[in-house]
């Protein structure tokens, strides 16, 4: 068997790639263990007909128009803005916290003074990190940010993470900061969408070329010997690619809990977060992201944060922090002594990677590859 490029990983970062290489008339190896394309982002429909994603809920956002316009070759798309309710003391609240969840948790008098020294302090439409608002000296922010922290954020990063906020990259809190501001979107991006008909239908196009070989249920060290390539380019584990030599890359897991349920409806917006009660994070209504709400019945799914263990769970989130990324550059400096060998994704490149940013990724390093 022969191709000019072997693609491990058939997910958004390796779909993006393949179909760029046989744009311009490489020949491509698709190759995943799994049993399916479109990576975490695999969607289906189950057997009352709602469209889940199996992996948990993946909505599209994204700032940039290049990315945008590229996934719109492959779909078309249905307008949606994801919002999110967190359960703060026993109140409904958007997440991430804004005015609105202010005005919801605190005496009006003293929300008035709150919204008008946060507005004062960083301007409306700011996006402040919780961590940089504890640092303020005033104390009514100061009493803000421990009251935010204590009840949005600490609970659900240490179920998420296993550790405190401080413990991680700044990165990461920075991620759902307090949004100085009425708008409850959970993205203020650009464009925010969903692919009409479901991120798998949309990978299924982007690996249709006829240069494009996918093959699924096969680990790309049984094909050695089998397969010729000028290129290979691994969005898996780069500490599983080279034998976890220097001891392995922590991440964080999950596992989901589905439940369809016989009514209409079973919550006001797509998701909705628990930081301090119950094991699992969040519940997800994906009618809500659909858009199926002609649909007499509903499906959501409850997520449960864990310790990534080797074949035995999937790794999905990196975990940003200093130590690892020192162990991070070990495996990188391995990666560049190899010719024709190539990382990309979040599991390649160790990146909390959003959709769009490992697209943006791939589309780079097709780039460099092909013409630089």
Not at 252 to 273: A, C, D, E, I, K
Not at 294 to 320: F, S
């Amino acid at each position: 068997m022969r191709g000019d490029v072997l693609i491990v990983g058939a997910g958004l970062t390796g779909a993006t790639l393949a179909e760029r290489f046989a744009s311009v008339g490489k020949r491509v190896l698709v190759v995943d263990r799994r049993d399916h394309i479109a990576g975490n982002a695999y969607d289906e429909h189950d057997a009352h007909g709602v469209l889940v994603h199996r992996y948990g809920p993946h909505i599209f956002h994204t700032n940039s128009k290049k990315v945008w316009e590229y996934l719109s070759r492959f779909t078309a798309w249905r307008p949606y803005y994801h919002r999110v309710l967190g359960v703060v003391d026993g109140k409904e609240v958007p997440i991430p916290f804004n005015l609105q969840s202010l005005r919801l948790l605190f005496p009006p008098r003293l929300a008035d003074l709150l919204e008008e020294k946060l507005v004062r302090r960083f301007g409306l439409g700011a996006r402040v990190p919780i961590l940089r608002l504890k640092e303020e000296g005033d104390e009514d922010l100061k009493l803000l940010s421990e009251y935010v922290y204590e009840k949005v954020f600490l609970g659900y990063t240490l179920k998420q993470w296993g550790m405190r906020p401080e413990d991680l990259s700044p990165s990461v809190t920075a991620r759902v900061p307090l949004l100085v501001s009425y708008d409850d979107r959970y993205f203020q991006d650009t464009y925010q969408a969903m692919p009409e008909e479901g991120y798998t239908a949309m990978v299924r196009r982007m690996l249709s070329h006829p240069n494009i070989r996918v093959l699924l249920r096969a680990d790309w060290r049984d094909l050695e010997g089998e397969v010729r390539y000028e290129k290979l380019i691994f969005t898996g584990p780069i500490d599983e690619f080279f034998g976890y030599k220097h001891g392995p890359l922590p991440y964080r897991s999950l596992s989901f809990r589905f439940q369809t349920l016989p009514t209409p409806w079973h919550q006001r917006v797509g998701t909705v977060n628990y930081p301090n009660e119950h094991p699992y994070t969040r519940v997800t209504e994906f009618k809500h992201l659909t858009g199926q709400g002609y649909l007499p019945h509903t499906t959501v799914v409850y997520e449960y944060p864990e310790a990534y263990v080797p074949g035995q769970n999937e790794p999905y989130y990196p975990i940003p922090r200093e130590e690892n990324e020192a162990l991070y550059q070990r495996y990188l400096d391995e990666a560049k002594e190899l010719e024709g060998v190539y990382f990309a994704g979040r599991l390649g490149d160790y990146r909390y990677y959003n959709m769009d940013q490992a697209v943006a990724r791939a589309l780079k390093l097709f780039e460099e590859l092909a013409y630089g």
